[in-house]
């Protein structure tokens, strides 16, 4: 199965792109004993639309464009559901091992995601109820990504 980040906004260089490096390379190293690769990053900078509603509308439609065939999206949301490690990395195994092609994370912007990604979307999950920035977003979602493998492997990373 392959695995897409979709975010909106790039990340510049510096200490939190070494981070967000760092767990992607441990990622597709450690993916590959699972038949897991990537994961791919794809960043669409944010719209300028001057309303809400346009922006988000944009930048639903740069990820969506983005976002390869019939994948199956992650929507990482304010409102959605928080979940453990463990149930995080039984819902990438039930994914690959019901033929999932792609497995696509979606982190938005400042304004959140549009409707056209949001009815996409297989499922909506956070990372808590606090508001993260897209670049801690990033770090965060690659280290459970990396952490979920390691719990599918039998890896002692993830301790209970």
């Known amino acids: 199965m392959r695995l897409q980040i979709l975010a909106v906004g790039k990340m510049k260089a510096g200490p939190d792109q070494e981070l967000y490096a760092r767990y992607a390379d441990r990622i597709s190293k450690s993916g590959k ?6 994961p791919e990053l794809v960043e669409i900078p944010e719209s300028r639309q001057s309303d809400v509603a346009g922006r988000k509308a944009d930048e639903a439609s740069l990820l969506l464009e983005k976002c390869d065939d019939g994948a199956r999206i992650f929507m990482l949301d304010e ?26 994370f979606a982190i ?12 996409k979307a ?16 990033r770090i965060l979602l690659a280290e459970q990504v990396y952490r979920a493998m390691t719990i599918l492997s039998g890896h002692p990373y993830h301790r209970v």
Do not use: C
């Open 122 to 137: 297989v499922r909506k999950i956070r990372f808590g109820a606090m508001t993260w920035p897209h670049q801690i977003a």
């Open 79 to 104: 409102h959605g559901k928080d979940l453990t490690s463990v149930e995080f990395s039984n819902l990438i195994r039930s994914e690959q091992e019901s033929g999932t092609g792609t497995l696509a």
């Open 108 to 119: 938005g912007g400042p304004d959140g995601h549009g409707e056209a990604l949001a009815d």
């Open 33 to 38: 004993g699972l038949h897991l690769n990537g």
